[in-house]
């Protein structure tokens, strides 16, 4: 699936404002800043090490010495006092690189001076003036590898948050004047029910309509925050602008203006690294996430290489049963409501195939095929999703991802809970808390949709790396148990 929303489909193209990117990229896409600090320093620290055993060699001498360990811990310590992995947007890579050597060269004469009382001087010259060089060396290369990734990831958007702001106020445009400088987000526009009142544009950019709009916008799956900027004095006000935006996935913050202009300064100045008040919506741990997307890799992969001869199997029968594709597509509901492509085995003829579920699945559906029937009671026709699992489109467990437009009834699903799309709060998965717990197939009541976002939600709340192993291995005996299930 193409991630970009083109000027020519974007239902306010000529309506972009200086901080619209080209290119969107979805939300489960972005990258944590402080987590990739860890992974540099990681790198900066194997680097030394690096930088110490080669110096260790050279010398004649084996393993790394305490001197070479100290000077290491010393140069590390002082990387990050000259803040070096602060990588601004303004700092040129000449410029940081000549930070990075000023850090090294300080770290290496903190050691010297530490070290002089108790080692004689020429072997302390020695072993230092040949890891000086060799250390700055290596944390210029590495320094190097990550400013030029950081700014490609700048570039496609990886790095830098989507916000969308609810309040055409003074404090939208202090915010939107103080990221045109920094350029630490992007703001996409501005929304406000009293759209007939508020300016066309705030600091050029433009205001595209009401909450309403602001719920419906195609633009939301691609928002990582919204920033309600209502006077705090407007209590009313603000309440029901909550009230009305609690409904959606993203994480909803408010800019209050009580405390004056320097604390909204400073909270200005945090909006794209922390939260301000937070509401409501995804907050997202970024080391669960890792470890969940490493978990999905590891297990995904094996997944793929076990069952890969099945799914040729199966492919096969498909084919060999009725005539058309092995492979069924089908747009569902992703991350932050993003429109993602499912890959399932065909199990419907195709000239009735159902992309928008708009006619769930009963007992006896005279659209499934023999092989189909077969494929759907063992759950055999999801396992292409383990490609949609290893593109990180989903996840091994998560809330099953529905249909766009699904119908229970002659009602979407999604109008039938206000706290539906709580549950794209999180990747969808190929199983999860509601699956083993007995909320499988069709939805079609009510009652059932209700059960089944309960149980999405509960699970979000909870997740964690043990509980997901715990669904994994709760999957198939549920699957092989349930012969009532219409699947």
């Known amino acids: 699936m193409d ?6 489909d974007d239902m306010w ?12 990229s979805p939300t489960r896409t972005r990258l944590s800043g402080r987590m990739l600090t860890r992974f540099f320093q990681a790198g900066d620290g194997l680097a030394l090490i690096g930088a110490a055993l080669v110096a260790q060699s050279l010398s004649g001498a084996p393993g790394v010495s305490m001197l ?9 310590i002082s990387l990050q006092l ?18 990075v050597t000023v850090a090294v060269a300080v770290g290496a004469a903190a050691c010297f001076a530490v070290a002089a009382p108790f080692t004689a001087l020429p072997a302390l010259a020695e072993a230092l003036g040949l890891w000086a060089p060799l250390g700055i060396l290596a944390m210029a290369l590495a320094h190097a590898i990550w400013w030029l990734n950081v700014r490609r990831w700048r570039a496609n958007g990886r790095l830098t948050p989507n916000i969308v702001i609810v309040g055409a106020t003074g404090a939208a445009e202090r915010l939107i004047s103080a990221v045109l400088k920094n350029r630490e987000a992007n703001v996409l526009g501005i929304f406000d029910d009293r759209a007939a009142r508020a300016p066309k544009r705030l600091r050029d950019v433009p205001v595209l309509g009401d909450t309403q709009a602001l719920l419906d916008h195609r633009i939301m799956p691609y928002v990582d925050r919204i920033v309600v900027t209502v006077p705090s004095g407007a209590r009313d006000r603000v309440r029901a602008l909550l009230a009305r935006l609690e409904v959606l996935p993203n994480e909803i913050t408010l800019l209050l203006d ?49 069952f890969g001869p099945l799914m040729v199997f199966v492919a096969a029968a498909v084919r060999m049963d009725s005539p058309g594709p092995a492979l069924f597509r089908q747009r569902r509901h992703g991350f932050n409501n993003e429109e993602i492509v499912v890959w399932k085995f065909r199990s419907m003829r195709v000239e009735v195939a159902d992309a928008k579920a708009a006619r769930q699945i009963t007992a006896d559906d005279d659209r499934v095929t023999r092989v189909g029937r077969f494929i759907r009671k063992t759950s055999l026709d999801e396992l292409p999703q ?23 009834g002659d009602v979407e699903s999604h109008r039938l809970v206000a706290e539906y799309a709580h549950r794209h709060r999180m990747k969808p998965g190929m199983t999860g808390w509601a699956a083993i717990h007995g909320s499988r197939g ?20 909870r997740q964690s790396f043990w509980l997901d192993l715990y669904i994994m291995m709760m999957t198939v005996p549920c699957l092989l148990g349930d012969s009532e299930t219409v699947r």
């Open 82 to 99: 000259f803040d070096t992995y602060r990588l601004g947007r303004t700092e040129d890579l000449a410029m940081h690189l000549m930070r």
């Open 258 to 306: 009580r405390n004056g202009a320097a604390d909204e300064a400073v909270a200005i100045g945090r909006i794209a690294d922390l939260p301000l008040t937070r509401i409501s919506g995804a907050q997202v741990d970024h080391g669960k996430a890792l470890a969940k997307r490493v978990q999905d890799l590891v297990i995904g992969t094996v997944a793929l290489l076990v």
């Open 386 to 408: 383990i490609f949609n699992v290893l593109m990180g489109e989903m996840s091994l467990v998560g809330p099953r991802p529905h249909a766009i437009g699904m119908k229970t």
């Open 13 to 24: 193209g000529e309506r972009r404002g200086p901080l619209r990117p080209e290119r969107l």
């Open 68 to 76: 070479h360990s100290a000077a290491g811990l010393a140069v590390f």
């Open 442 to 461: 069709a939805i079609d009541t009510p009652d059932l949709v209700k059960q089944r976002v309960s149980l999405d939600v509960e699970y979000i709340e």
């Open 3 to 8: 991630d970009t929303i083109s000027p020519a």
